[in-house]
């Protein structure tokens, strides 16, 4: 079945480790898209790529790094500078003219202590 | 500056009411598309529905539908005869077509309704 992937459900890490959320997905999308939400919040956008090879920030970036080195795959680091990463974060994809829907992942849940 | 405001924050009805959903939404621009999604407690969000700046007509498709009125820029979603499955955190989002075309959503808090047995 086509969809998107994301590994760990639950993840728990110490502060002060980087730690590297995994997104896949098989629907054959250009666009990627990582975002976050804090209970009671909506989401949002931290990282958003169109193409292979190219990615960019988006509205709270500051903390994260991305790689988009296959079609498949986008995966989202949380470093040690990320100042509140206990979060859930949600990763979606879409064909890549916008605007079109995003289609999204069953999210990691991270908890750092 | 682009908006979404979802200003219900909590809906607690009983199953079988009908309950409708506001979406407010704030863009300068003249062409951009409108979203709704559901998220169960599960946590993935679930696509409903898209609809273009053009379009003002209302849909319907089974028990929901959708009410866009750009002169109040709204765009509100109304589930008929509830049922307990419809308990979910709902997201309005906006998407402008910009210069870059990025596709990027602006969400709303989200509205999270409760249908009670």
């Known amino acids: 079945d086509g969809g998107i992937t994301q590994s760990p459900k639950y993840l728990f890490r110490k502060e002060g480790q980087n730690v590297t959320l995994s997104c896949e997905q098989n629907?054959?999308?250009?666009?990627m898209y990582w975002y976050r939400q804090d209970p009671g919040q909506g989401l949002r956008l931290i990282y958003y790529s169109q193409i292979v090879n190219d990615f960019q920030k988006g509205d709270i970036a500051e903390g994260y790094s991305v790689s988009r080195e296959k079609k498949e795959s986008f995966p989202l680091t949380v470093t040690s500078a990320q100042k509140n990463p206990t979060a859930f974060y949600l990763c979606?994809?879409?064909?890549?003219?916008?605007?079109?829907?995003?289609?999204f992942g069953p999210g990691t849940r991270l908890t750092v202590t | 500056a682009q908006k979404v405001t979802q200003a219900q924050t909590e809906i607690s009805v009983v199953e079988k009411e009908d309950v409708t959903l506001d979406c407010v939404y704030e863009?300068?621009?003249?062409?951009?598309?409108l979203f709704w999604y559901k998220q169960p407690p599960s946590g993935e969000l679930v696509f409903l529905i898209r609809r273009n700046s053009f379009d003002e007509q209302n849909e319907i498709s089974g028990r929901y539908s959708w009410n866009f009125q750009k002169s109040t820029s709204s765009f509100n979603f109304t589930i008929t005869a509830s049922q307990v499955v419809d308990s979910a955190v709902y997201f309005c989002a906006l998407s402008e077509l910009g210069s870059s075309n990025t596709g990027k959503l602006i969400f709303g808090q989200g509205t999270t309704l409760q249908v009670k047995p």
């Open positions: 863009t300068r621009d003249t062409t951009y598309y």
């Open positions: 629907l054959n999308h250009d666009a």
């Open positions: 979606a994809s879409s064909t890549r003219t916008g605007p079109h829907e995003q289609y």
